[in-house]
């Protein structure tokens, strides 16, 4: 009977591994959730930072380019020693005044360049939602890689009590000549086994919280299970019924495909700006100056409008080669918008298949445990009896622990789609 009774702890402990919500009886103050990982980890993560100071350095750029179309006022002052009223270049001395230019037509190159700055404003937003969305799936799978460590703790040190329970009677059944030394044996063995899977996971458990301590600055020492979301919680695979109708709203959403237009965009202004270097400019300029003259020793004021024409007539190559340049890199800009819509369409369109799958594999799975369970009583009951050896026992209970390790697994390995769809679509977390 005791035999049964330890069945019976054993195969509601088993469920209870297996159920999708078994890891919410956790109160969620005893550790942070999953929300609350993601969150903790977007408010320290420096590469956050890093695209924040890149949004500030392309704004920055943008203002210089835009000053250029703008009236440029200095001040100036000059003076001198010696024989003569000038310096050597042509330039009066004892003199000081203020001076202005105004650039009248440039045939669209200050225009061209302002509007490549702000497209670099656009790439550095939509680079920092990807790092965002990027930041917050680490964290999710930091989470859920603890999370099934402790899961798979759970389970090993479910499978090692079964074992446990099971020397004992089959040491008074060993003395009493009613199994052999080699069914014994194999008790030990499954009994170190489950205690090897569980050293196993706690070095993934391990390896998990020193990975969110990075991440959140927070030792994550919880008793047990972590409070995770359901499973079956609404995202992008259920809002969208195929990875076609993703794909379609991610074409005018994900920040890797609008950073890579936005780079386009950007490239195309500068191969315009490019192409301008050697059309001719037409300049305003003016002064208004004070000049001490030494001989007459009285300060006289000059003042002067004019304007200049510049044409470009040979740079030794130059403007053929920036042109060139910046043509090369719109089509490299081109062709890493190509790259990011493939990997894109093939991560969604796998996430897709594979939560298909896995969704069911569990379903099989949780039939073939509650199989198994069935099967173990039963071994169990027809060795109380006498008519069935240790070893239909030690291949049930080694088929069941594989089938809950599986299952476990698979659950974990949904979440991440789940996780991986939700960042895609900026949904996870509240992202």
Do not use: W
């Amino acid at each position: 009977m005791k035999k049964l009774v330890a069945v019976s702890f054993v195969t509601a402990v088993a469920l209870a591994v297996s159920s999708p919500s078994a890891a919410q009886t956790l109160p969620q103050s005893l550790c942070p959730g999953i929300a609350q990982t993601i969150q903790l980890t977007l408010s320290r993560d420096p590469r956050l930072l890093g695209s924040d100071a890149q949004i500030a350095a392309a704004q920055a750029q943008y203002k210089i380019e835009r000053s250029a179309g703008r009236p440029q006022i200095s001040a100036f002052a000059r003076s001198g020693l010696g024989d003569g009223g000038q310096l050597l270049n042509a330039q009066s001395d004892n003199e000081a005044g203020v001076q202005l230019r105004q650039i009248l037509f440039d045939f669209g190159r200050i225009s061209a360049a302002t509007r490549a700055a702000r497209a670099d404003i656009e790439v550095a937003a939509f680079d920092r939602q990807s790092v965002e969305r990027d930041v917050a799936l680490q964290a999710a799978f930091a989470f859920f890689d603890l999370a099934e460590a402790v899961d798979l703790i759970v389970l090993a040190e479910r499978q090692a009590l079964i074992f446990s329970e099971d020397a004992e009677l089959a040491q008074r059944a060993l003395e009493n000549q009613l199994i052999t030394g080699g069914a014994a044996a194999q008790i030990v063995a499954g009994s170190a086994t489950a205690e090897n899977d569980r050293l196993l996971a706690e070095l993934a458990a391990t390896s998990a919280r020193s990975e969110l301590l990075s991440l959140t600055g927070l030792d994550y020492r919880c008793p047990r299970n972590l409070p995770l979301r359901d499973v079956q919680t609404p995202g992008p695979s259920q809002r969208f019924p195929s990875a076609l109708a993703l794909l379609e709203h991610l074409q005018l959403g994900a920040p890797q495909l609008l950073s890579a237009r936005a780079a386009i965009s950007a490239q195309r202004a500068r191969v315009a700006e490019a192409a301008r270097d050697r059309f001719p400019e037409l300049d305003l300029g003016a002064f208004a100056s004070a000049r001490y003259n030494e001989d007459l020793d009285e300060v006289v004021e000059r003042n002067r409008v004019g304007v200049t024409l510049t044409i470009p007539i040979y740079q030794g190559g130059q403007f053929s080669a920036r042109r060139e340049l910046e043509e090369a890199r719109l089509a490299s800009a081109e062709a890493d918008l190509g790259s990011v819509e493939r990997a894109l369409t093939e991560q969604v369109v796998r996430a897709y298949r594979e939560i298909e799958l896995q969704r069911e594999i569990l379903a099989q799975l949780d039939v073939a445990g509650r199989a198994l369970e069935e099967q173990l009583s039963f071994a169990r009951l027809s060795f109380e009896r006498n008519i069935a050896l240790y070893d239909e026992i030690s291949r049930a209970a080694d088929a069941l622990g594989r089938n809950r390790r599986l299952y476990i697994q698979t659950e974990y390995a949904l979440r991440r789609n789940l996780a991986f769809l939700e960042s895609a679509d900026g949904t996870l977390a509240g992202l």
